[in-house]
């Protein structure tokens, strides 16, 4: 992975540093508005558990509404990558449990996880290896949401006898995801080639400055004698 070179890496790091938490405080207001809207669905898919999910959406804005604020801490600036991907577990997370309740690999919930990855490519923008990890991630809660509706019990069958649904329904976060993780690469790329071009350009305008501040200190000299 192609990075910044070694005089102009500190102000990158900071840059991108400012750059994620500012567009993960973005996210986190997204988050909390939309996840709890989306009840209006709960109501109209399974109306019976329309209040239990309701719950549980509160519960995830409630954590992403207390994410908000750390992330303008000392502790949130430091480990501001790894609360992205806390930010980007909470929806997550919320909708696994719902896909797990409703269904498993039949369950339509996995609709929501490919609303998260959409969050991740265009609000979140986040690096190459950040965006990996996000997409492992969302992949990974679905699969443990649905092995664990395998077999008898009141959230259907998971797996069991459903494995064509499942490999379609994986295919379609799957894919997006690549495409993610491949968009992500070739951004972050881009990113570093404009930040280094506006440093060099940069530094050219202060070289420059100081030259013609130097031939205007000399030509003075001269006119003195």
Known sequence: MQTAPPEFLPAYLEHEREATIRKTRLGCLIGILMVPLFSILDYFMFWEQTLEFFWLRLICSAGMAGLYPVLGTRLGSKYYRL?????????????????????????????????????????????????????????????????????????????????????????????????IITGAYYHTRMRIREFVSRCELDRSRKELASSNQKLLELGQVKDRF
């Open 83 to 179: 609360q992205g991907l806390v930010l980007l577990f909470m929806p997550s997370a919320t909708i696994a449990w719902m896909v797990y309740k409703t269904g498993g690999a039949t369950s339509p919930y996995y609709a929501g996880l490919i609303l998260v990855l959409m969050v991740l490519a265009v609000v979140l923008d986040w690096t190459f290896w950040q965006s990996v990890a996000g997409v492992v991630l969302v992949l990974v809660l679905y699969l443990v949401a649905c092995l664990a509706a395998t077999g008898p019990g009141p959230y259907g069958q998971g797996l069991a006898n459903e494995e064509g649904i499942f490999l379609n329904n994986f295919a379609f976060l799957l894919t997006p995801g690549i495409a």
